[in-house]
């Protein structure tokens, strides 16, 4: 077998990681108002394998200021660049949308900032505010940026206080500098520290896949409970495209259940690991 070929084998998705194309009523509903609302969402600007299950359930992760981001992560599907917008009317529309979905709880995460001074922490505690405003007893999980570790921006989002606070580690820190080039892994256990601090529930995520080791994972487990993190999500890398990071192994969903059970016993309240896991996988459940 040659280069090619053995390449080949290796890009080729295991039958575990087969998922539905996105159809059905709720689906078309929820692309609707997408739509009308002028929105993003890291559904379709991550590529999300679980968009249609979590469309075909009526849901949907918004992302706000813009679809552009400041950085340039190796695994990420957003587009990279100066970004053109910053709308002080989208937490209205996001709120409106949310209402109109009827969802009990909605997920809302970022694009960085990094050119703002604030890095949008305005922007995304209005959003919150709006959302407390416009749909009453719709619980939240903000998915943040690190805010380039300013945690005067971080103090923003605890003065809303959102449900779930979320902020993902991605990769363990020997990879950092190929995966989050841009970002630092103290900075964002500080973040969660942080939060933590000011009596959030906090929750982050890692992908395997990129070459890291299982004893990686595990120390990387035992820092996220270091800063008292409560929520845990494990899933499978996935190359957007061939621009961005290979896929080094196809983790097998028996080594997902033995990070489920590695992380229970290291006392997160709740664990998301599996191959087709995300953040906002099943995102209901973390603010039980």
Partial sequence: MNSTEQQSLRLRKPPWLRVKLPTGENYRRVRALVDEYRLHTICESGNCPNMGECWGAGTATFM???????????FCAVKTGLPT???TAEPERVAEAIRRMGVKHAVITSVNRDELRDGGAAIW???VRAVRRIAPGVTLETLIPDFKGMLSSV??????????VSHNMETVPRLYRRVRPQAKYER???????????GMRTKSGIM?????????????????????????????YLQPTRNHLEIMEWVHPEVFQLYEQEALQRG???????????SSYHAERHVR
């Fill in 125 to 127: 505690a209005a959003t």
């Fill in 64 to 74: 706000i200021l813009g679809n552009i981001c400041t950085r340039s992560c190796g």
């Fill in 85 to 87: 917008e910053y709308d």
């Fill in 155 to 164: 103090d923003r989002i605890i003065e809303v206080a959102p449900e779930v």
């Fill in 188 to 198: 964002s256990l500080g973040v969660l520290a942080h939060l933590k601090k000011g």
């Fill in 268 to 278: 997160f309240l709740y664990v998301e690991s599996g191959p087709l896991v995300r």
């Fill in 208 to 236: 395997v896949g990129l070459g890291e080791t299982r004893d990686e994972v595990l120390q990387v487990m035992d820092d996220l409970r270091n800063v008292g993190c409560d929520v845990l999500t494990i899933g499978q």
